[in-house]
């Protein structure tokens, strides 16, 4: 019988460990929240863990004790409460008390039991295949955002996992990693997963922007998006990517920066590699301001919309800002019909894998922090680098970040000049082939 417990729970929290490594990347600090007030520092498969408690898995060694004055000096990357929700008194207490220990970088991951399985697991304890706890609380989804609206926090991410919380050989493969993820079985999980950020770290200084506008074959958009381009900081920079036009694009670019040099800082590249995704990872390496943005310089996205990203940053109303062409009327030839499909499609299959709720992932206009970029560009190897339009890559390594998605309604115009470089059924089978396999890297695991 000892033998068998230690199965379950071995099992049990090898599961929750992978799902956690979704999110949790080598080298990030993490800190276990449990009614305990002593902190174990953990090291496995490269990745640092603080556990605060007792409740740590055998398949991990403790390494040194370390005290709650070093959280609050120096914030992990992530808190875990998995499961301590249910035995907490005032969870709106811990909550509160947990915001003073985070930076805005801070997420926190917490699981708790549905109340489905409640019976199910009062007789596993009886029975002696569990430890036997005092289970208070029986929260829901619901429950839960409304603590965290309480307590000045806001939830990114949230899942169901786990249909078959014991080993069988094949089938609990198959419940926990499809059927599991399924809208009807979903309801029936025993674990819910939520991930949530600190609200109330709101930006005090003025940021300046980099705007950078990959071009190819738009020689006669670049002195009208220079022109119409307003300034957002005190110092921002405009950053050309020209991307082997067979117009002259590139002799407009030097031209605008010649001509605009006393009134704005613009920087030039010539595009090395091909693809619009390598142009922003070209824009975004040689970027110098604080606020990273990306402008298509078919002008579709107009210039001016550009301060509602800045002014939702600044704000903190998100991390993660993508344009959305599906909220506003557009001009009648700005999008084909089965381009306006295909939009819909992929915007519901990636809110389905990514766990975040989009609109319109294909709107080349996205916006990060430096310091967020670095982070994804760090991590790249996870999805790898097989993205030919830049936003996937930024979508990819956002959602795995953890950080909030917003997306800021633009109006999506007509262009004046030149043919677009969509190619529909290309394109749209590449994008078939990153959703599948963001699938198994991110959601079927």
């Given at each position: 019988m000892q033998s068998f417990r230690k199965l379950i729970k071995n099992y049990y929290y090898r599961c929750l460990f992978r799902y956690f490594s979704i999110?949790?990347?080598?080298n990030n600090s993490v800190v276990e929240i449990n009614p305990s007030t002593d902190i174990s520092v953990y090291f496995f498969e490269q990745v640092r863990f603080l556990f605060i408690g007792r409740d740590i898995p055998d398949f991990i060694s403790r390494d040194r004790i370390c005290s709650m004055d070093e959280v609050r000096r120096m914030p992990p990357d992530y808190f875990i409460m998995n499961g301590n929700i249910q035995h907490e008194s005032n969870i709106q207490k811990l909550l509160l008390e947990l915001h003073s220990c985070c930076s805005a970088q801070s997420r926190i991951i917490v699981t708790y039991y549905s109340s489905l399985w409640r019976p199910f697991i009062y007789f596993a304890t009886v029975l002696g295949l569990r430890d036997k706890t005092m289970e208070q609380n029986w929260i829901s989804h619901d429950d839960m955002a409304n603590f965290l609206l309480l307590a000045d926090f806001e939830p990114?991410?949230?899942?169901?996992?786990?249909?078959?919380?014991?080993?069988?050989?094949?089938?609990?493969?198959?419940?926990?990693?499809?059927?599991?993820?399924?809208?009807?079985?979903?309801?029936?999980?025993?674990?819910?997963?939520?991930?949530?950020?600190?609200?109330g770290m709101r930006q005090e200084k003025a940021l300046s922007v980099s705007v950078v506008v990959p071009a190819r074959n738009e020689a006669g958009n670049i002195e009208n998006l220079v022109r119409r381009l307003p300034m957002m900081g005190p110092d921002d920079e405009l950053?050309?990517?020209?991307?082997?036009?067979?117009?002259?694009?590139?002799?407009?670019?030097?031209?605008?920066?010649?001509?605009?040099?006393?009134?704005?800082?613009?920087?030039?590249?010539?595009?090395?590699?091909?693809?619009?995704?390598?142009?922003?990872?070209?824009?975004?390496?040689?970027?110098?301001k604080d606020i990273l943005m990306i402008l298509d310089a078919d002008l579709s996205v107009t210039p001016e919309s550009l301060p509602l990203?800045?002014?939702?940053?600044?704000?903190?109303?998100?991390?993660?800002?993508?344009?959305?062409?599906?909220?506003?009327?557009?001009?009648?030839?700005?999008?084909?019909?089965?381009?306006?499909?295909?939009?819909?499609?992929?915007?519901?299959?990636f809110?389905?894998?990514?766990?975040?709720?989009?609109?319109?992932?294909?709107?080349?206009?996205?916006?990060?922090?430096?310091?967020n970029y670095r982070k994804i560009a760090r991590n790249r190897s996870f999805f790898g680098e097989f993205d030919p339009f830049g936003d996937f890559d930024l979508i990819f390594g956002a959602s795995r970040l953890g950080?909030?998605?917003?997306?800021?309604?633009?109006?999506?115009?007509?262009?004046?000049?030149?043919?677009?470089?969509?190619r529909r059924w290309k394109h749209g089978y590449m994008l078939l082939k990153m959703l599948i396999y963001s699938a198994r890297k991110i959601k079927f695991v």
């Open positions: 999110y949790i990347r080598p990114v991410l949230s899942n169901n996992r786990i249909l078959c919380p014991v080993y069988i050989p094949v089938i609990s493969t198959f419940l926990n990693r499809y059927c599991a993820l399924m809208p009807f079985f979903r309801l029936f999980c025993i674990v819910g997963m939520l991930m949530f950020r600190p609200l950053i050309f990517v020209e991307g082997h036009s067979n117009d002259n694009t590139w002799d407009r670019i030097v031209e605008v920066q010649r001509k605009f040099f006393a009134n704005r800082q613009i920087k030039i590249i010539k595009q090395p590699g091909k693809g619009k995704g390598d142009a922003v990872r070209k824009g975004f390496e040689s970027a110098s990203f800045y002014h939702a940053m600044m704000r903190d109303k998100g991390e993660f800002l993508n344009g959305s062409r599906l909220v506003y009327p557009m001009d009648n030839k700005a999008m084909r019909f089965i381009n306006m499909v295909g939009n819909k499609f992929f915007a519901l299959a809110s389905y894998v990514l766990g975040q709720k989009f609109k319109d992932t294909l709107c080349g206009t996205k916006v990060i922090s430096k310091d950080l909030k998605v917003v997306e800021i309604p633009v109006t999506y115009r007509e262009r004046s000049y030149g043919k677009t470089n969509i």
